[in-house]
């Protein structure tokens, strides 16, 4: 993993940020479009962490943290680079960024179908809580 890089996006990588999406994460995210990565980068310009190898964009990971909680979006590593821990280096490093602004826990919200994705957090120490449910209210924009 030696040649692995992992640091923050920049506002010129967002744009291959969502095609690299389209291709390696799992389903859409309301905020997927240009100005919601934009928006994201405004906020917080360290957030959204890219890996790359060799020069080549291969996994993403959101770390946000908003002061109270630690939220993890968008973890995906491209299909021809999987099962080479990039997914776990990349939670690393989210977990670095948390653990570095006083964060306590990190959650991320899983798919119940998306079981490869079980696996792969599970592996990492995460564990469901299923004694939650998410509730949600669409803001003013188109409802996904
Ligand atoms: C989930 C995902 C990010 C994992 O990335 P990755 O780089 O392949 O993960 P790693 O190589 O770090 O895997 C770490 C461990 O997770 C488990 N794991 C990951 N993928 C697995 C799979 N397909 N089958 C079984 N176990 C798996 C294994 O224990 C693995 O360790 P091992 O390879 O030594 O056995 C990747 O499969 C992906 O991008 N999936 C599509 C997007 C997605 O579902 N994201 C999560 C949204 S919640």
Not at 8 to 36: K, R, Y
Not at 44 to 70: H, K, N, S, Y
């Amino acid at each position: 993993m030696s040649d692995l890089q992992i640091g923050p996006a920049s506002a010129a990588d967002l744009g291959a940020v969502l095609d690299f999406w389209q291709a390696a994460a799992e389903g859409t995210s309301i905020s997927d479009d240009l100005a919601g990565v934009e928006r994201l980068h405004e906020r917080d310009p360290q957030a959204l962490l890219l890996a790359r190898r060799d020069g080549e964009l291969v996994g993403t990971v959101i770390a946000g943290f908003d002061g109270w909680r630690c939220h993890l979006y968008r973890l995906a590593v491209h299909p021809g680079h999987r099962r080479q821990g990039i997914g776990t280096a990349l939670l690393a490093a989210a977990e670095e960024r948390f653990v570095a602004l006083g964060g306590r826990r990190a959650d991320a919200m899983v798919l119940v179908r998306n079981e490869r994705a079980h696996l792969a957090w599970e592996a990492a120490g995460y564990g469901p809580q299923d004694q939650w449910k998410r509730w949600v209210k669409p803001l003013g924009g188109p409802t996904r």
